[in-house]
């Protein structure tokens, strides 16, 4: 409950707003199955969770931020986590759909069908191309689906969302866009990775949860990496600043709230 007061009428728990991001997918690299030769799909972006939560005073709430995932197969980014709110990692790009289903993650990489993702935290892949050669489905954003990819065109990232907790408007988890044999897909906004023709795809943005973009080089180590996720919380001045801290958080005040920011796992303690 917030706003809980005892007799003296102080605070015991304060109304904290968070964004945990979890880090992005990475993207896949073409690839042959059953005859058929794919490019790779774009990593899935991190899972974003925005809300409020009533944190109690005196107690050590922890803070995980989820690492991108490195560029290697069926591979999804690391969960974030605020105290009770968990964000899930971005699901790996892919080239069928039996792949993409293993490794669903908060939105979901580029895949033969898109498989099913959390709709409260993200998206679900695009489909890639049905003729041989074919190109990558776009992975999925926290705000929209990755767009499905043609014969040669790859698919565009699904666009992450946008937050102001910071008191300034920045968008977040942004799908990676697939590999193709002639036009690759574009990052979805928020961080997303652009996919490639050939070559090292863009990996998804650090502290952003973007997913990392596919390609069609057939080398493993080509496919984009995720970006890592961050944590950011904010709350009343009145509250005063926390007790202690841990993981080297930045802290601002903006529009009267303090506003501690995480790009590597701590706690707080309020």
Do not use: H
């Not at 993650?105 to 409260?120: H, I, V």
């Not at 866009?177 to 036009?183: P, R, S």
């Not at 069609?216 to 509250?239: D, E, F, L, R, W």
């Amino acid at each position: 409950m917030l706003g809980i007061m005892s007799s003296a009428g102080k605070n015991l728990a304060v109304p904290v707003t968070y964004l945990v991001v979890a880090g992005g997918g990475a993207g896949f690299y073409a690839s042959t199955y059953l005859s058929v030769t794919r490019s790779g799909g774009g990593g899935g972006a991190g899972g974003l969770l925005t809300g409020t939560l009533s944190c109690a005073k005196g107690v050590s709430l922890t803070v995980t931020v989820g690492l991108g995932a490195a560029r290697n197969q069926y591979q999804r980014g690391g969960s974030s986590v605020f105290s009770s709110i968990t964000a899930t990692g971005g699901g790996n790009g892919s080239y069928n759909a039996p792949i993409g289903n293993t490794t669903q993650g908060g939105s979901n990489g580029g895949g033969d069908t898109g498989a099913t993702s959390s709709p409260t935290q993200g998206n679900t892949g695009g489909a890639n191309g049905g003729s041989t050669p074919s190109s990558g489905g776009g992975g999925g954003g926290a705000g929209a689906a990755g767009s499905a990819a043609s014969q040669t065109v790859g698919g565009n990232g699904g666009n992450g969302s946008a937050s102001s907790i910071t008191g300034t408007s920045i968008t977040y988890a942004g799908g990676g866009g697939g590999g193709a044999t002639t036009t690759a897909g574009s990052a979805g906004s928020g961080g997303g990775g652009a996919g490639a023709t050939s070559g090292v795809a863009t990996a998804g943005t650090i502290n952003r949860g973007g997913g990392g973009g596919g390609t069609n080089a057939t080398v493993s180590t080509s496919q984009g990496a995720g970006g890592s996720g961050i944590v950011i919380i904010s709350y009343a001045t009145s509250y005063g600043l926390a007790t202690s801290t841990t993981g080297s958080p930045s802290q601002t005040t903006a529009g009267g709230n303090y506003i501690y920011e995480w790009t590597g796992s701590g706690s707080i303690t309020f």
